[in-house]
Protein backbone atom coordinates (compact mmCIF):
# COMPACT_ATOMS: atom_id res chain seq x y z
CA UNK A 1 0.00 0.00 0.00
CA UNK A 2 1.21 3.68 -0.77
CA UNK A 3 1.94 5.98 2.18
CA UNK A 4 1.76 9.78 2.05
CA UNK A 5 3.59 12.32 4.00
CA UNK A 6 1.02 13.07 7.17
CA UNK A 7 2.16 17.00 7.21
CA UNK A 8 5.58 17.61 9.16
CA UNK A 9 5.56 15.26 11.80
CA UNK A 10 8.12 12.98 9.85
CA UNK A 11 6.03 10.01 10.19
CA UNK A 12 4.82 8.40 6.26
CA UNK A 13 1.01 6.79 7.22
CA UNK A 14 -0.77 4.34 4.65
CA UNK A 15 -3.40 5.58 2.54
CA UNK A 16 -5.97 3.65 4.71
CA UNK A 17 -6.04 3.35 8.31
CA UNK A 18 -7.96 1.36 10.40
CA UNK A 19 -10.42 3.55 12.49
CA UNK A 20 -11.75 2.12 16.11
CA UNK A 21 -14.81 4.24 16.34
CA UNK A 22 -18.46 3.20 16.92
CA UNK A 23 -19.64 3.79 13.50
CA UNK A 24 -17.64 0.73 11.95
CA UNK A 25 -17.66 -1.09 14.88
CA UNK A 26 -15.53 -4.39 14.47
CA UNK A 27 -12.93 -3.37 16.94
CA UNK A 28 -15.63 -3.00 19.70
CA UNK A 29 -18.15 -5.66 18.88
CA UNK A 30 -15.84 -8.72 16.94
CA UNK A 31 -14.86 -11.66 19.12
CA UNK A 32 -10.52 -11.57 19.67
CA UNK A 33 -9.94 -14.13 17.19
CA UNK A 34 -11.69 -11.92 14.39
CA UNK A 35 -10.09 -9.05 15.84
CA UNK A 36 -6.79 -10.20 15.22
CA UNK A 37 -8.12 -11.35 12.06
CA UNK A 38 -8.71 -8.17 10.87
CA UNK A 39 -4.97 -6.58 12.44
CA UNK A 40 -2.93 -9.30 10.73
CA UNK A 41 -4.61 -8.89 7.37
CA UNK A 42 -4.49 -4.99 7.56
CA UNK A 43 -0.85 -4.97 8.38
CA UNK A 44 -0.09 -7.71 5.59
CA UNK A 45 -1.83 -5.56 3.44
CA UNK A 46 0.27 -2.41 4.10
CA UNK A 47 -1.64 -0.22 6.56
CA UNK A 48 0.75 0.81 9.22
CA UNK A 49 -1.63 2.78 11.67
CA UNK A 50 -4.44 2.54 13.68
CA UNK A 51 -6.50 5.41 14.98
CA UNK A 52 -8.91 5.48 18.51
CA UNK A 53 -10.42 7.52 21.41
CA UNK A 54 -11.79 6.67 25.12
CA UNK A 55 -14.72 7.93 23.76
CA UNK A 56 -14.97 4.84 21.45
CA UNK A 57 -17.32 2.31 23.10
CA UNK A 58 -16.23 3.83 26.54
CA UNK A 59 -12.74 2.55 26.37
CA UNK A 60 -13.81 -0.17 24.74
CA UNK A 61 -11.91 0.43 21.64
CA UNK A 62 -9.07 1.10 22.99
CA UNK A 63 -8.84 -1.94 25.43
CA UNK A 64 -9.85 -4.17 22.41
CA UNK A 65 -6.89 -2.65 20.37
CA UNK A 66 -4.40 -3.20 23.07
CA UNK A 67 -5.32 -7.00 23.73
CA UNK A 68 -4.31 -6.81 19.88
CA UNK A 69 -1.16 -5.30 20.34
CA UNK A 70 -0.49 -8.01 23.69
CA UNK A 71 -1.13 -10.75 21.32
CA UNK A 72 1.22 -9.47 18.38
CA UNK A 73 5.33 -9.39 18.63
CA UNK A 74 5.99 -5.82 19.05
CA UNK A 75 8.07 -5.76 16.06
CA UNK A 76 6.31 -4.60 12.91
CA UNK A 77 3.32 -3.11 15.77
CA UNK A 78 0.79 0.17 13.62
CA UNK A 79 1.24 3.34 14.39
CA UNK A 80 -1.39 4.50 17.29
CA UNK A 81 -3.45 7.43 17.53
CA UNK A 82 -5.96 8.30 20.38
CA UNK A 83 -8.00 11.44 21.37
CA UNK A 84 -9.12 13.44 24.56
CA UNK A 85 -12.44 15.36 24.93
CA UNK A 86 -12.49 17.41 27.29
CA UNK A 87 -15.69 18.72 29.10
CA UNK A 88 -16.39 22.22 30.30
CA UNK A 89 -14.95 21.51 34.18
CA UNK A 90 -11.92 20.53 32.63
CA UNK A 91 -10.41 23.93 31.47
CA UNK A 92 -9.99 25.09 34.86
CA UNK A 93 -7.10 22.30 35.09
CA UNK A 94 -6.50 22.14 31.59
CA UNK A 95 -2.77 20.21 32.03
CA UNK A 96 -4.20 18.00 34.68
CA UNK A 97 -7.20 16.40 32.53
CA UNK A 98 -5.24 15.82 29.53
CA UNK A 99 -2.54 14.05 31.71
CA UNK A 100 -5.57 11.97 32.84
CA UNK A 101 -6.95 11.53 30.17
CA UNK A 102 -4.07 9.88 28.15
CA UNK A 103 -2.60 8.24 31.62
CA UNK A 104 -6.29 6.24 31.26
CA UNK A 105 -5.69 5.55 27.28
CA UNK A 106 -1.99 4.41 27.57
CA UNK A 107 -3.10 1.87 30.40
CA UNK A 108 -6.20 0.69 28.28
CA UNK A 109 -4.01 0.25 25.02
CA UNK A 110 -0.91 -1.14 27.16
CA UNK A 111 1.70 1.09 25.64
CA UNK A 112 4.20 3.71 26.58
CA UNK A 113 3.23 6.15 24.64
CA UNK A 114 1.66 6.71 21.19
CA UNK A 115 2.25 8.66 18.15
CA UNK A 116 -0.34 11.13 17.68
CA UNK A 117 -2.99 12.59 20.63
CA UNK A 118 -5.88 14.58 19.80
CA UNK A 119 -8.16 17.16 20.82
CA UNK A 120 -11.51 15.38 20.21
CA UNK A 121 -13.96 18.12 21.13
CA UNK A 122 -15.95 20.15 18.11
CA UNK A 123 -14.46 23.99 17.66
CA UNK A 124 -17.22 26.36 18.27
CA UNK A 125 -20.95 25.62 17.43
CA UNK A 126 -21.41 24.50 21.22
CA UNK A 127 -17.94 22.84 21.80
CA UNK A 128 -14.68 24.42 22.84
CA UNK A 129 -14.85 28.38 22.07
CA UNK A 130 -11.67 29.45 19.93
CA UNK A 131 -9.73 31.33 23.07
CA UNK A 132 -9.83 28.29 25.22
CA UNK A 133 -8.05 26.42 22.51
CA UNK A 134 -5.45 29.64 21.92
CA UNK A 135 -5.12 31.47 24.90
CA UNK A 136 -2.31 31.18 26.99
CA UNK A 137 -2.89 28.46 29.46
CA UNK A 138 -5.29 27.18 26.66
CA UNK A 139 -5.88 23.98 25.79
CA UNK A 140 -2.85 24.25 22.78
CA UNK A 141 -0.64 25.26 25.35
CA UNK A 142 -0.94 22.41 27.57
CA UNK A 143 -0.59 19.48 24.41
CA UNK A 144 2.39 21.33 24.62
CA UNK A 145 3.55 21.29 27.92
CA UNK A 146 2.23 17.39 28.32
CA UNK A 147 4.53 15.99 25.33
CA UNK A 148 7.10 18.52 26.96
CA UNK A 149 7.22 17.07 30.14
CA UNK A 150 6.73 13.50 29.99
CA UNK A 151 7.50 12.50 26.57
CA UNK A 152 4.34 10.48 26.01
CA UNK A 153 3.53 11.11 22.75
CA UNK A 154 4.80 12.56 19.29
CA UNK A 155 2.78 14.70 17.79
CA UNK A 156 -0.41 16.76 18.60
CA UNK A 157 -4.18 16.60 16.03
CA UNK A 158 -7.26 17.86 16.59
CA UNK A 159 -10.52 16.63 14.79
CA UNK A 160 -11.74 19.64 12.97
CA UNK A 161 -15.52 19.52 13.18
CA UNK A 162 -17.77 22.57 14.63
CA UNK A 163 -17.71 26.25 12.94
CA UNK A 164 -15.84 26.28 9.85
CA UNK A 165 -14.67 29.70 10.98
CA UNK A 166 -12.53 29.02 13.82
CA UNK A 167 -11.42 25.93 12.73
CA UNK A 168 -9.80 27.19 10.05
CA UNK A 169 -7.81 29.90 12.37
CA UNK A 170 -6.62 27.27 14.41
CA UNK A 171 -4.97 25.32 10.87
CA UNK A 172 -4.03 28.60 10.21
CA UNK A 173 -1.87 28.82 13.09
CA UNK A 174 -0.01 25.52 12.60
CA UNK A 175 -0.43 24.94 16.70
CA UNK A 176 -1.25 21.11 16.05
CA UNK A 177 0.32 19.07 12.89
CA UNK A 178 -2.49 17.04 12.55
CA UNK A 179 -5.97 17.72 11.63
CA UNK A 180 -8.74 14.98 11.15
CA UNK A 181 -11.15 16.81 8.41
CA UNK A 182 -14.69 15.83 7.17
CA UNK A 183 -14.18 15.37 3.23
CA UNK A 184 -16.46 12.82 1.22
CA UNK A 185 -19.10 12.81 -2.06
CA UNK A 186 -22.08 14.28 -0.43
CA UNK A 187 -19.68 17.48 1.04
CA UNK A 188 -16.88 17.79 -0.66
CA UNK A 189 -16.33 21.74 0.51
CA UNK A 190 -13.13 20.89 2.16
CA UNK A 191 -11.67 20.42 -0.99
CA UNK A 192 -13.40 22.25 -3.51
CA UNK A 193 -15.04 24.98 -3.50
CA UNK A 194 -19.02 24.83 -3.41
CA UNK A 195 -21.45 27.99 -4.60
CA UNK A 196 -22.87 30.46 -2.13
CA UNK A 197 -25.80 28.93 -0.36
CA UNK A 198 -24.78 25.46 0.17
CA UNK A 199 -27.38 24.04 2.48
CA UNK A 200 -24.59 21.84 4.50
CA UNK A 201 -21.56 22.67 6.44
CA UNK A 202 -18.67 24.87 4.08
CA UNK A 203 -15.45 24.01 5.37
CA UNK A 204 -14.06 26.61 2.93
CA UNK A 205 -10.92 24.43 1.49
CA UNK A 206 -10.14 23.56 4.69
CA UNK A 207 -7.68 20.60 3.24
CA UNK A 208 -5.41 23.15 1.07
CA UNK A 209 -5.09 25.23 4.31
CA UNK A 210 -4.00 22.67 6.53
CA UNK A 211 -1.22 21.11 3.87
CA UNK A 212 -0.05 25.10 3.54
CA UNK A 213 0.63 25.18 7.31
CA UNK A 214 1.88 21.86 6.85
CA UNK A 215 -0.74 19.94 8.74
CA UNK A 216 -0.88 16.24 8.34
CA UNK A 217 -4.65 15.65 7.05
CA UNK A 218 -7.02 12.50 8.01
CA UNK A 219 -9.96 12.37 6.17
CA UNK A 220 -12.65 10.60 8.05
CA UNK A 221 -16.12 10.04 7.63
CA UNK A 222 -15.38 9.10 3.39
CA UNK A 223 -18.47 6.95 3.48
CA UNK A 224 -20.59 9.48 5.73
CA UNK A 225 -20.96 7.10 8.40
CA UNK A 226 -22.10 4.62 6.08
CA UNK A 227 -24.92 6.55 3.73
CA UNK A 228 -22.25 6.76 0.73
CA UNK A 229 -21.59 3.13 1.04
CA UNK A 230 -24.79 1.32 1.60
CA UNK A 231 -28.54 1.63 1.25
CA UNK A 232 -28.78 -0.42 4.28
CA UNK A 233 -29.13 1.45 7.61
CA UNK A 234 -27.53 0.29 10.38
CA UNK A 235 -28.66 2.71 13.27
CA UNK A 236 -24.90 4.59 13.50
CA UNK A 237 -25.03 6.80 10.83
CA UNK A 238 -25.07 10.38 12.74
CA UNK A 239 -24.29 13.65 10.85
CA UNK A 240 -21.14 15.40 12.14
CA UNK A 241 -21.86 18.45 9.81
CA UNK A 242 -23.88 21.04 12.24
CA UNK A 243 -27.02 21.88 9.82
CA UNK A 244 -27.25 17.86 8.65
CA UNK A 245 -29.49 14.68 9.18
CA UNK A 246 -29.73 11.72 7.38
CA UNK A 247 -32.52 12.01 4.82
CA UNK A 248 -30.61 15.02 3.54
CA UNK A 249 -27.42 13.03 3.32
CA UNK A 250 -29.31 10.15 1.82
CA UNK A 251 -31.18 12.72 -1.23
CA UNK A 252 -27.09 14.41 -1.83
CA UNK A 253 -25.96 10.35 -1.83
CA UNK A 254 -29.10 9.60 -4.47
CA UNK A 255 -27.99 12.68 -6.97
CA UNK A 256 -24.08 12.10 -6.25
CA UNK A 257 -24.88 7.99 -7.25
CA UNK A 258 -27.07 9.02 -10.15
CA UNK A 259 -24.69 11.87 -11.51
CA UNK A 260 -21.55 8.90 -11.42
CA UNK A 261 -22.99 6.06 -12.89
CA UNK A 262 -21.39 2.58 -11.81
CA UNK A 263 -18.29 2.64 -13.95
CA UNK A 264 -15.74 2.89 -10.57
CA UNK A 265 -16.07 0.31 -8.28
CA UNK A 266 -19.18 0.01 -5.40
CA UNK A 267 -20.49 2.86 -3.70
CA UNK A 268 -18.02 1.99 -1.01
CA UNK A 269 -15.19 1.82 -3.91
CA UNK A 270 -16.18 4.89 -5.41
CA UNK A 271 -16.61 7.06 -2.31
CA UNK A 272 -12.99 5.91 -1.08
CA UNK A 273 -11.39 7.01 -4.43
CA UNK A 274 -12.32 9.98 -4.10
CA UNK A 275 -10.50 10.43 -1.04
CA UNK A 276 -8.19 9.03 -2.47
CA UNK A 277 -7.90 11.79 -5.70
CA UNK A 278 -6.94 14.51 -3.29
CA UNK A 279 -2.91 14.77 -3.12
CA UNK A 280 -2.99 16.58 0.52
CA UNK A 281 -4.95 13.82 1.80
CA UNK A 282 -2.67 12.01 4.16
CA UNK A 283 -4.63 9.28 5.17
CA UNK A 284 -8.12 7.86 4.75
CA UNK A 285 -10.20 6.29 8.24
CA UNK A 286 -12.28 3.70 7.74
CA UNK A 287 -14.75 1.93 9.76
CA UNK A 288 -15.68 -1.45 9.50
CA UNK A 289 -18.53 -3.71 10.91
CA UNK A 290 -17.02 -7.35 9.28
CA UNK A 291 -14.50 -8.35 7.41
CA UNK A 292 -16.42 -8.28 3.98
CA UNK A 293 -16.05 -4.21 4.53
CA UNK A 294 -12.15 -4.65 4.53
CA UNK A 295 -12.17 -6.80 1.82
CA UNK A 296 -14.40 -4.41 -0.59
CA UNK A 297 -11.45 -1.28 0.65
CA UNK A 298 -8.71 -3.09 -0.27
CA UNK A 299 -10.57 -3.60 -3.85
CA UNK A 300 -11.22 -0.26 -3.85
CA UNK A 301 -7.62 1.25 -3.36
CA UNK A 302 -6.27 -0.92 -5.75
CA UNK A 303 -8.38 0.66 -8.18
CA UNK A 304 -6.67 3.60 -7.67
CA UNK A 305 -7.70 7.55 -7.41
CA UNK A 306 -11.00 8.25 -8.78
CA UNK A 307 -10.24 10.17 -12.47
CA UNK A 308 -10.75 13.63 -13.15
CA UNK A 309 -13.88 12.97 -15.62
CA UNK A 310 -15.62 11.22 -12.54
CA UNK A 311 -14.77 14.51 -10.28
CA UNK A 312 -15.84 16.51 -13.33
CA UNK A 313 -19.24 14.92 -13.40
CA UNK A 314 -19.50 15.88 -9.79
CA UNK A 315 -18.44 18.97 -9.80
CA UNK A 316 -21.95 19.76 -12.03
CA UNK A 317 -23.68 18.35 -8.83
CA UNK A 318 -21.73 20.37 -6.20
CA UNK A 319 -22.46 23.63 -8.06
CA UNK A 320 -26.06 23.03 -8.00
CA UNK A 321 -25.67 22.67 -4.52
CA UNK A 322 -26.73 18.82 -3.67
CA UNK A 323 -29.93 18.69 -2.21
Request: charged share 20%; aromatic share 6%; with cysteine.
Amino acid sequence: MNRRPLGRTGLDISELVIGGGFVGGILLQEDLENRLALYDRALAAGINWIDTAPSYGNGRSEESIGELLNHRPKEGRPHISTKVRLDPGDLVDVRGALERSLVGSLTRLGVDRVDLFQLHNPIGAGGLDLDAVLSSGGVADGFDWLRDTFDVFDHAGFTAVGQPKDIRTIVDMGRFATAQIYYNLINPSAGYAVPAGWTSTDFGGLIGAAAKSGMGVMNIRIFAAGVLATTVRHGREIPITVDADVAAEEARAARVWAALGEDHGTPAQAALRFGLANPDVSCIVIGLAEMAHFDEALAGHALGPLPGEAIAKLRSIWDEDVR
